[in-house]
């Protein structure tokens, strides 16, 4: 496989269910990003690692938690999800952070609905 | 503070028609990193083009090109001779140069009918 990867591609979970998004990139890159897109609102940085060290948290609710096992590999863990947080949710990644300006490539997404 | 802003939301042409999509910024940083990309109904965003702010030289990729204008803070994208496939939600983006945090526009939909 190549580019970033995302499972599952829909995923539809109640408010009392606890479910985790999986991204994998296949690009050798460093850095690892998860990203929200609203309805008419810009896409949202949610958070930001490097090095499977998490450098960005952009005052996200605790009822998102993210993991880094390796550099290849990211995890969004949602429990107690609000219906406002149905969304499209977007996992990038880049060559390192630390370098400054470094395209990021983005997977297919994940399309979340919280009834 | 960063800011882009994309002012068309919406954009409808026939096929073979050219489209350009606007995109202005605001940044207080000297070096910093430009960039286009599409979303097409799948969700996915497909990088386009990253350009840095020292270098002005606009950019032809086949149909697409890029116009750079520091002077007024502008990165416009011209789609030539439209084709349905160009049937997208296209996004400008900015980021400095030693950051990570990328700073999105709006979005503009591009419909190209048949």
């Known amino acids: 496989e190549t580019g970033v990867t995302q499972t599952p591609r829909h995923l539809v979970m109640g408010m009392t269910n606890k479910k985790s998004l999986k991204c994998e990139q296949h690009?050798?890159?460093?850095?690892m990003y998860w990203y929200k897109q609203s309805a008419k609102k810009p896409l949202e940085l949610m958070f930001v690692y490097n090095f499977k060290e998490q450098t960005e948290n952009n005052s996200v609710p605790s009822r998102f938690s993210p993991e880094c096992p390796n550099s290849s590999h990211l995890f969004l863990h949602l429990h107690t999800l609000q219906p406002e947080d149905s969304a499209l949710y977007l996992c990038a990644s880049s060559q390192d952070r630390n370098r400054g300006g470094e395209t990021q490539y983005f997977g297919p997404g994940t399309r979340l609905l919280v009834l | 503070a960063q800011k882009v802003t994309q002012a068309q939301t919406e954009i409808s042409v026939v096929e073979k028609e050219d489209v350009t999509l606007d995109c202005v910024y605001e940044?207080?940083?000297?070096?910093?990193?430009l960039f286009w990309y599409k979303q097409p109904p799948s969700g996915e965003l497909v990088f386009l083009i990253r350009r840095n702010s020292f270098d002005e030289q606009n950019e032809i990729s086949g149909r697409y090109s890029w116009n750079f204008q520091k002077s007024t803070s502008s990165f416009n994208f011209t789609i030539t001779a439209s084709q349905v496939v160009d049937s997208a939600v296209y996004f400008c983006a900015l980021i400095k140069a030693a950051g990570n945090k990328l700073t999105f526009g709006g979005g503009t939909r591009v419909l190209v009918k048949p």
């Open positions: 940044t207080r940083d000297t070096t910093y990193y």
């Open positions: 690009l050798g890159h460093n850095a």
